[in-house]
């Protein structure tokens, strides 16, 4: 009996230390950086939009990206939109838009546009790699529409 008990408290130590040690995909908000060499910086390392999301929905899909250039996108429905440092893995801004919304990310002058309009004006850190993501669905919407 003694041995049975000892195997299962190792039999359950290992699994907790299996399951320790899984952890979920956040869709495509992490990136490979080591066939890159992209630096990895701390989130704390840059800014984030107040309000901004902690995490993109897995179901949302990438519809532009880059290092440096302007990203665009023009909203194929209502929904909300993600914009994500990846070297810094961070939702840094993110927000509803409408059906035709066109939204631009321009890092070189550190804004977030919809339809021209200022969304946030926040340190892009011009050299980064950036993710713009589109989840189609409901959405809030607020004051700034």
């Given at each position: ?5 000892a195997?299962?408290?190792t039999?359950?130590l ?5 399951l320790?040690g ?7 908000d ?7 060499g992209?630096?990895?910086r ?8 107040s309000?901004?999301?902690?995490k ?6 990438v519809?532009?990206?880059g290092?440096g250039?302007t990203?665009r996108?023009?909203a ?10 990846s070297?810094?893995?961070?939702v840094i801004?993110?927000g509803?838009?409408?059906?035709g919304?066109?939204i631009t ?10 339809n ?5 004006n926040?340190?892009?850190?011009s050299g980064?790699?950036f993710r ?14």
């Amino acid at each position: 009996m003694t041995r049975f008990k000892a195997l299962s408290v190792t039999a359950l130590l290992f699994g907790a230390g299996i399951l320790a040690g899984c952890t979920s995909s956040n869709h495509h908000d992490r990136v490979s950086r080591s066939s890159r060499g992209d630096e990895v910086r701390p989130a704390g390392d840059v800014e984030r939009a107040s309000g901004a999301a902690r995490k993109v929905p897995r179901d949302a899909e990438v519809v532009d990206e880059g290092r440096g250039d302007t990203l665009r996108y023009t909203a194929r429905g209502d929904g909300t939109v993600y914009v994500v440092d990846s070297n810094a893995d961070t939702v840094i801004w993110s927000g509803p838009i409408r059906d035709g919304d066109r939204i631009t990310v321009d890092p070189g002058k550190n804004r977030i546009e919809i339809n021209g309009r200022e969304q946030a004006n926040i340190d892009l850190k011009s050299g980064d790699r950036f993710r713009l993501y589109f989840l189609r669905g409901s959405s809030r919407y607020d004051s700034r529409y």
